[in-house]
C-alpha cells in the first residue's frame, strides 16, 4: 500500500475505463496480439457445448487446428530461413489466448509447433529447414516422442536405440522392451504422421547419449509404418481432443540425414561429430529447446485459470444466499468472508503470474532472436521458466478446485465450464517437467554460488537434469530488477516498526526467506562432500529444503516483476487499484508462509497476526473491484458462456 | 510413540499376519458385513473398464443397483415395523463398502434407500410404512427433491409451495419461478417415479414451514406426471451413471396424505397439527433426516481415498526412477522423501478416518435403534455427522489429488482409476452440507456453553441452520473418551521438557487448539450482542475463525478415537505400527497447524522443527510397511485392477 487512502467505491463509468487499463496493463507488450485472437470466432473456438465422445472431440480439435493453422501466430514462432517471423514472443502470447478455448486445442497446438516444430527447427540442420513451412501449414503433422514407460522425469536414462548402420547409411531405431516404449505421446495416435523420436544415438558401437531422429510412423489411410506399433492410450481424465498414443519401434530403419544433428551429427562417411565435447552439456544444450513448451503450458494454465475466476466472479458477485438480519435482500456470497479469502488472493496472484508470464515471455525473446544469447542467459531462461511453470500450473489446480467449490453443485455441471478446466488442465503439474523435480533444478541453479567451495552438485548424480540448471546467480538480472530495487530500498531497515503494508517490507520478507532456505541448503550439501558421507542419504534428506527453497526463489522473482510493473502503470485509477492487488498477492504469499516466518524470528506473533488481520481488510476493500478485475483479463466474449451466466 | 523401540523390518510372512490383523482393526464392528460385500462380484461391482458414455454408464448403474437390492443391505437401514431388520450401522458400513466399486453406484444407492427412502421412513407416518418395502426392493424408485437452484445451503428459505386445498382434500404442489425449481436432484431425470418433494406447507392461508410431501412426477414409459416438467441437469464432471434432474411443478396436485407428516400433519378435517409447536425446531427436526446422508457420504469419500492410495501406493513401491550413485537399480520412488512426504501421512490419516467413521456410525446406531433418543445424543450426532464429513470429504479430494500427481502421467489415464476417484468424489465437498458452511455450524454448536452469557446466537440469524446444532456440550462424552483421557492424564504437563512423541502431548496440543479457538470466538461473538453493535458485520468477520474452531473440534475428536483405537488393538504387531501411524496422524496435523502454535506461543521455534523433523522420521519409519498398510484397508481384490497395477 504505497498509497494509504482507501480506494473509491467504483462507479459504472470508472469500472469500464477501469478494466480497459487494466486489460491494457495485464496485455503487456502483446496487445496485440492479444486482440488478434480476441477476435477469431468465439462460436467455433468456444469450449464444446457438452463434452464429446472422444472420437468427436478429436475431430473437432483436428479442424479447429487447422483454422488456427490459417493466423500467423506458427509462423511467429520460427526463425526467418525457415520460412517464418521470428516474432517468438507474439507467438507464445498467442498461444496462451487459446488457453482460454478448449484446452485440448492449446495441447494439439503445442504439441505440433511447439515441441514437434521446435524440435525440427532447434534440433535440425539446415538440411530441415524445409520441413518447416509444411509443419507451420499443418500439412506436416508430428509428435514429440520422448518420454518412455519407464522413464518421465529422467529423460537421461532412455532406452530407446537409434543405431547407425554404415552398410546402409541408416538409423535403426528400436525399442528394447515394453518399458521402453514412448507413452503419453500427444498427436501420436492419430494424427501424427512423423515422429521426433529420441534415443540413445549408437555411432560404431559407441553410445552418444539421447539425440533427436525424425522417424515416419504411419499414413494418412491409418496404417502403421513398417516396424512401427501405434497403441492409443484410451480415455484419459481430461484433454480428449489429444490423441495420445504409444510409440514402439522394431529395429525401424530411416535414413542417417534423418537424425536433427544440430548438436550432433553424423558425417557423410559415417562419423560422429559434435561441436559440444562434453556428452553431459550436449544433451543439456538439446533439452533447452523444452523450455518453450515449459512457457507455454504456464501460459495457458494461466489462462485455464484466468477462465475459471472468472465464471466463478460473475457467480459469487449475483449468486445470494442467507439473508442479513433486517435486510431486504439476501447476502450476495461474495460479501461472505470465507468466499472472498478462496477468491480475491487467487485473483490477485493471476494478476501476478500473468505480469511475471510477460517477463518470462519477453526474455526467451531476447534468447531465441538472439538479442541475449549466452548460455547464461539460456541457463536463466531455463531457470526461470521451471519455476513459473510450475507456480503457474500449482495456481491453476488449486484456483480451479477453489472456484469449483465455490460454485457448488453448479460447478460441478460440464456446462459450467469448471470441470474442463479441472480435468484437461490437471496433467500440467506433471507434465513438461513433474513440478516436484523442476523445483528441486531451480534450487540447484540457485547454488552454482557455493559449488565452488564444496564441489560440483552434480557430482552426486541424484538428479542428472540438474547439471543443466546449475550456473544461474542468485542474483540474477531481469528489467524489473532496477524498480525493483528501489522499492527495496525504500524499508526503513529490519524494523518491527515498518508495516506490512509497506510494499518494501513486502518484497524484504521475501527476499529474506529466499536467501535464508538457499543459505541452510547449501550448509546441509556441503556435509554431503565430507569424505565417507552417505551423500545420498543426506541429500534425500533435503529434498523438502530444495523444494521450499526454489518455490522462495520463484515467489520473489513473481513479487517483484508484479511490484515493478505496478509501479511502472501509467494510467492512475489502475495504479491505485493494481497497487492493492499487488498488497493483496505479496500479504497472502507471506502469509501462507507464516509457519517459516515465526520459526525463523522473521515475524512477530503480532505481526502475523496483524497480517492477517491486514489481508482481510484488503480482500473486503477490493471487493467492490471483483467483476472489474476479472474483466480486466480481457478473456474474449463469449468463450466463458456459461449456465450459470445466463440465468445469474 | 508410546514404544519407543523402533519398528522391526517385516518379512514376508510378518506382513500377511499384519494385514489380516490391520484389516480386522479397521473392520471395527462391521467385519462381518464388509466381509459379506467384500464377497460380491468383482468384475461385476467393479469401476467401468473405460468411460462410458452417459446413457450406457446410467442403464449399468440401474443394473447394478436392482443386484445390490437382491442383497441384505437395503432392509438393513429400516425399522422391523417397516419391513426392515433395523441394523442401522451395518447398513451404513455395507453402503460405505460401495464406495470402492463405481461411485456411480454408491451415490444411486444413497438416494433411493438413504435418502428418498429414509425420508418415507423418517417423516412419514404409519400411513405411509407400506411403500418401505417397495422402496427396498426397488420396485418404487425416487428422489429427494430439497435443493433449489437459488437455495442450496439455505434450505429454510426454499421457494416451492405445497398449499393444502379443503375443497378436494388435496396438496397443491407448485414452482413459483425457475429459481425455486427443484435442481441437481439424483435419480430425477430417468429413473424416479416419486419425489419427496420439501415445499413450504400452507394451510388454511397460513405458512407453516418446510414440509415434505411425496409427489409421483413421471410412470415407466418416461412420460412426466401432469404439471411436472422434468430436466435433465446434462453432463456433470463425473458421476455419470447417476440421472441428475430438475423437477418443476405447475399446480400439481397429490392427497393430502402424500404429506410425510410425522412431524407436521394436516387431520382429516384439514386442520394443522404438530407434536412441536416451535417452527424452527420442527424444521430442524425434519432435517435430522440428512444425518444418515452426511454420514455415507463421509464414508463414501473415505473408501474413494482408500481406493486412490492403495492404487498409488502399489504404483510407488515399484516405480523406479533415477539411480543412486553407485547402484544397480534406480531408486523406488516411495524412498524419496518428498514422495514419503506426500503419501505417508495421507495413509495415516485414512485410518485415523476409517476409525472415527466406525465410531461416528455406531452412535448413528444407538440413536436410530433408541439406545440413545435424547435431543442431546441426536444434536450430538449431528455436529459429529457434519464435522466428520467435512473432515473426510476434503481429505478425500485432496488425497486423489495428491495420488493423481504421485503417478504422472499414469495417475491421468481413466484406466489407472484416479481419474474416476477424483470426478466422481468431487461433489461431497459440496453436496450433503457446504463443507465451509458446515464447519462454521459444527462450531456454533460448540459455543452452547457460553450462549447462557451472551444470547442466543441463533437470534443473530446468520445461518439459520445454526440453531438445530446449538446444543452440544464441549466435552461430549463418547465412548473413546475414557481412554482418550487417561493418555492425556499421561502427560507431565504443559513442559517444554515432554517429547512430541509423547502421545499425551500430541493430544493435549489438539485439545489446547480446539478450547483456545472457542474461547475467543465467544469472546468475538459476545462483542455481536452489544447495543447498537453490527451484529451482522461482526459475525461476518469471525467467520474463517468459526471455520477454524469447528475443524479444530473435529480434529482433536478424530485424534482421540483413533488413540483409543489402537490402545485396544490386541494384536501386538499391529499394534505397534498402528501407533507409529497414529504418532504420524496426530503429528502431521499438528504440523499442518504450525502456524498456530508458534503464534500462540504453544510451541517455541525449536519445538516446530524438531516437530518437522520427528513426520519426517516417522514417514521413514513407516516407508517398509506401506504396502502392508494399504492392504490392510482390505479394499475387495479385483475392484483395483489397473494398468499400473498390469505393469508393475
Redesign the interface.
Known sequence: MTTPTDLPTPTVEDRDALATALRRHLDGPFGDVRDHVRALDADAFGAAP??L?VAEHRARVTDLLARVAEQPYAAAGFPERQGGTARYGEAVAAFEMLGHTDLSLFVKAGVQWGLFGGAVSLLGTSRHDDLVPRIVSGELQGCFAM?E??????VH?LRTTATYDGSTDELVVHTPD??ARK??IGNAAQDGRVAAVFAQLVVDGESRGVHCVLVPIGDDEGAAAHGVTIED??????LDGVDNGRLAFEHVRVPRTNLLGRHGDITDDGRYESPIDNPGRRFFTMLGTLVRGRISVAGGAGAAARSALAVTTTYAASR??????G?DH?TTVL????YQ?RLMPRIATAYALQVAQHTLVSAMDDVLAGRAGSEQDQRQLETRAAGIKVLTTRHA?DTI?AC??LC??A?????NR??AL??DT??F???EG???VLL?LVAKSLLADYTATFGDLDT?????FGARLAAGTVLERTAARGIAQRLLDAAPGRDEDDTLGARSTQLRLLRERESHLLDGLARRLRAATAPGAD??GIV??T??HL?DAGTAHVERLVAESFAASVESCADPAARAVLDRVCDLHLLSTIEAH??WY????RLS?AR??ALTALV?EVCAELRPYAATLVDGFGIPEGLLTTEMSG?A
Open positions: 457438452a463434452r465422445p518420454t514407460t519407464g522413464h518421465g522425469s529422467d536414462s515394453a518399458t507413452d503419453y492410450c484410451g480415455p484419459k481424465q481430461g445470494r444466499q442467507f439473508a442479513a438480519p435486510a439476501e460479501d461472505y468472508r470465507t479469502r489446480t478446485q469449483r467449490e457448488g453443485g460447478g460441478y455441471l460440464w456446462a469448471l470441470a479441472k480435468n490437471d496433467i503439474t506433471t507434465f513433474d513440478n516436484t528441486q552426486l548424480g541424484i538428479v542428472r551423500a545420498y534425500n534428506a529434498q523438502d523444494v507464516k509457519a515465526l520459526e525463523h524470528d506473533p502475523t497476526k482481510n440465468t
